[in-house]
């Protein structure tokens, strides 16, 4: 079990028993809970990771159909981005660091933190640790995030003009609606992970994953490797026959039917 982020007796790591039925979500969480302790994650992380946790529920804690088809057109529109970004929050660098790095190196993309309650001492930590990681270039810390987002008031405004700023295609995880919105006007296409499907963001995203992000992220990197194989017309194509709408309809009717088969299962 990983502890090496442990820094006070409010982590519960090793106090989960092994058998306990629930244990890969509880280590989960404690990984939240010691980004909070380290200083990278937002004490509003640990609201949306509770959040997420319901939602994940409702889609039987797996990556279900709907996911992969967004997960494939989203990887395709990477591998066909010109400069591709990924942008990272403090509860993406606390759940899925190295898949970050692995999934970057796969589509070339560049990494970037970009916080929505953003202070210069988690930017650098949220670098720190996806440097670690093996990241050889992580923009949006410090002076780098001197562009900004037109329309957009929070801290998230500011980003890198090497990143998020010329970007064409920007995948995002947890993100706040505002911004999805002002980067989909400026042009940018996003692909957002998100497990709630009637999100703002999950709304206005170009792809939507609708998956947690512990999941999603493994599952981009195998496809990765099995697209980055294929012709850019292969690619074109998985694009052109996705259709978010459809999707995120697909989610939905996915929830209420696994709610009504769980009634009828009691
Ligand atoms: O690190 P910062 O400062 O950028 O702040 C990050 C948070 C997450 C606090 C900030 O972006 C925020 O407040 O997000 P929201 O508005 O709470 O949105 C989070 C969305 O992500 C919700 O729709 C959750 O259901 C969803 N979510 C939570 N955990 C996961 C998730 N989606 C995918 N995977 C998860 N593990």
């Known amino acids: 079990m990983d502890k090496t982020h442990t820094s006070n007796t409010w982590s519960l790591h090793s106090l989960i028993p092994e058998n306990h039925p629930r244990k890969e979500s509880l280590i ?82 560049k990494i970037e933190v970009n916080l929505f309650y953003r202070t210069v001492e988690r930017e650098r930590k949220i670098a720190e640790i996806l440097k670690k990681a093996g990241a050889k270039e992580v923009l949006g810390v410090d002076e780098d995030a001197s562009a900004t987002i037109p329309e957009l008031f929070s801290e998230r405004r500011r980003v890198s003009p090497r990143g998020i700023y010329i970007a064409d295609v920007v995948l995002l995880g947890l993100e706040d609606g505002d911004r999805t919105e002002a980067l989909v006007k400026m042009g940018k296409k996003v692909i957002a992970i998100d497990l709630n499907p009637m999100s703002r963001t999950s709304q206005k995203a170009s792809i939507t994953i609708v998956d947690n992000v512990i999941r999603a992220f493994p599952k981009m990197i195998e496809i990765a490797k099995e697209l980055r194989n294929k012709s850019k017309e292969e690619l074109e194509q998985i694009v052109k026959n996705y259709n978010n709408k459809e999707i995120l309809a697909e989610s939905l009717r996915f929830i209420s039917n696994y709610l009504l088969q769980l009634s009828r299962d009691l």
């Open 28 to 109: 989960i969480r404690e990984k939240i809970v010691d980004g909070l302790l380290n200083g990278y994650v937002a004490p509003q992380g640990l609201i949306a990771h509770g959040r997420g946790e319901c939602f994940d529920y409702l889609i039987g804690e797996k990556t279900q159909e709907f996911a992969i088809k967004a997960i494939k057109a989203g990887v395709a529109s990477l591998l066909l981005a010109k400069n591709p970004v990924i942008s990272v929050n403090g509860n993406m660098a606390a759940l899925v660091p190295n898949e970050i790095v692995k999934l970057a190196e796969l589509i070339n993309a």
